[in-house]
């Protein structure tokens, strides 16, 4: 089968949406580190968009930690398939990545973090794609950082994490007397940009002191919220597409039709006519940064915790658990919302019916242990700072307890099977996972929550619960 290309856009049915602009003619006004599935669903369609508009606003995208996206998409010309799943599955070939660099080519992506068209440089790394610690602070003992602050030492250096290569690069901009960019973090942390602001200047501060007053008068790092479902890429997704378009895409993605991207209005230099792409500015994101990391995010992890430890699957399966689904219902609507003060405009029952809505598209099947991954490194936003305001608001935190208790309980049978998940501290956890107190002692996970004896208790009755086949903690 002919392979999706920049020569063969043209074969591709008139039903399939394609660039809608020329593409020889675009410029690469941002970089990208992380050009994995989130981004390429999300933010690369919306600069797709933009692009008919304005050609300043292509992507390079790097990709630190494997070839595999340079492998798929270098052959195709940056090109790649969207499949947009709703009630009717829309195919649109997206053509915003230019191409994507990796590690193996540093100079490049030094040449393009001080390209002068470069004005944004954005991420999708992951949680733990941050080196920060519990705290939300730069963690200077992250072996990733420990090799920057080695390597730094000679002019000509090499970075290792996401953090260094924005240091290195912005020195070197600095250098060169270019104009600052704007940074900007795509990823579900709470005050994603202020953060990596305080980690870049934090490490700058280490390395070269003047890059660090420079990029405090320069560079802009805005917070953001980015919303999409997103499943990982499978044969069937290929499948779909090669019968759709007729062309062989190496690495299409799938989402679903809904998204939404909010953006503090707050840049260094000029701002992309994102607009027309749905993108909504706004001088304060936090709150929609709540609502959508606590409600979303965190059923979205109580799902996949206690749905696979009911031998469930997918996020369409676990809503389809009566039990389940009434329990996440309950956890948004009574113990999280409380919690959150609503962005003006925003009707918080409305937005969890939507979310719920959301979970239940049939079209999508989105795999719980896909959302599993990571979980010392995602639950801290998504369910104990929660937690920690319920406890200090005097709030039960009963059921808040219980997909923490289930996290536990899926670490146990992990450690109990011989089994590894995915998670940056995965050895340490499954070290501990025979004795549940323990794993709570972890304060880079849980903070001083896990020594507070009233969430301990919690947690005891939600495992008590779970063994006894129950959602619902019996109060003591
Ligand atoms: C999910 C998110 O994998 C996960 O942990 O909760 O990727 C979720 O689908 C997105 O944040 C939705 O915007």
């Known amino acids: 089968m002919t392979r999706l290309s920049q020569n063969t856009l043209s074969a591709l049915p008139a039903g399939v949406i394609r660039p809608q602009y020329d593409r020889s003619s675009v410029k690469r006004g941002v970089v990208h580190f992380g050009p994995g599935a989130f981004h390429r669903a999300h933010q ?52 915003s990545i230019g191409g994507i660099l990796t590690k193996d080519d540093p100079a490049a992506i030094l040449g393009a973090l001080t390209h002068a068209a470069t004005r944004i440089v954005s991420s999708t790394v992951t949680e733990k794609g941050y080196c920060l610690g519990a705290d939300g602070a730069l963690d200077f003992a992250n072996p990733a950082i420990k090799a920057d602050l080695d390597a730094s030492r000679s002019e000509d250096w090499t970075p290792d994490s996401f953090t260094g290569w924005l240091v290195r690069g912005l020195q070197a901009r600095r250098l060169a007397a270019l104009p600052g960019v704007t940074v900007l973090c795509c990823d579900n942390l709470t005050d994603n940009g202020r953060k990596l602001e305080a980690a870049t200047l934090a490490l700058a501060e280490a390395i070269d002191p003047d890059t660090a007053r ?15 479902i997103t499943p990982a890429t499978d044969d069937a997704l290929r499948a779909r597409i090669a019968a759709a378009t007729g062309l062989e895409d190496a690495w299409p993605i799938q989402r679903e039709r809904f998204t939404q991207w909010v953006i503090e209005d707050r840049f260094a230099g000029e701002r992309p006519a994102l607009d027309v792409a749905g993108v909504t500015f706004a001088s304060e994101v936090r709150p929609f940064e709540k609502a959508k990391l606590r409600l979303l995010n965190g059923a979205h992890s109580s799902l996949a915790y206690i749905g696979l430890g009911r ?29 959150i003060a609503p962005p003006a405009g925003l009707d918080l029952g409305g937005y969890i019916s939507d979310v719920l809505a959301r979970f239940r598209n049939p079209e999508i099947r989105h795999l719980l242990s896909q959302i599993a991954w990571d979980g010392s490194q995602k639950l801290p936003y ?42 940056p501290l995965a050895a340490p956890l499954l070290e501990r996972a025979g004795d549940w107190r323990s794993v709570l002692a972890m304060r880079e996970v849980f903070g001083d929550l896990g020594s507070d004896g009233r969430f301990v208790g919690a947690v005891e009755a939600g495992l008590a619960a779970l063994e006894a086949g129950r959602l619902e903690p019996v109060a003591a």
């Not at 998409?73 to 947009?84: I, K, M, S, V, W």
């Not at 389940?324 to 956890?331: Q, W």
């Open 214 to 228: 420079w990029i405090a008068d320069h560079v802009a790092f805005p917070n953001a919220m980015v919303d999409s």
């Open 382 to 423: 998504r369910l104990l700072d929660t937690t920690r305001e319920a406890l200090a608001a005097g709030c039960p935190i009963e059921r808040l307890a219980l997909p923490i208790a289930a996290w536990l309980r899926f670490l146990a049978s992990a450690e109990r099977d011989g089994r590894t998940i995915t998670d």
């Open 311 to 339: 031998g469930l699957e997918t996020v369409g399966e676990a809503m389809a658990d009566r039990e389940l689904a009434a329990f996440a219902e309950r956890l948004m609507r009574e113990d999280i919302a409380p919690s």
């Open 44 to 95: 690369a369609a919306a600069f797709d968009t933009l692009l008919a508009q304005d050609p300043r606003w292509g992507l390079t995208g790097v990709s630190l930690n494997s070839r595999g996206v340079a492998d798929a998409l270098n052959p195709q010309d940056g090109l790649y398939t969207l499949a947009l799943l709703d009630t009717e599955v829309a195919y649109r070939v997206i053509g």
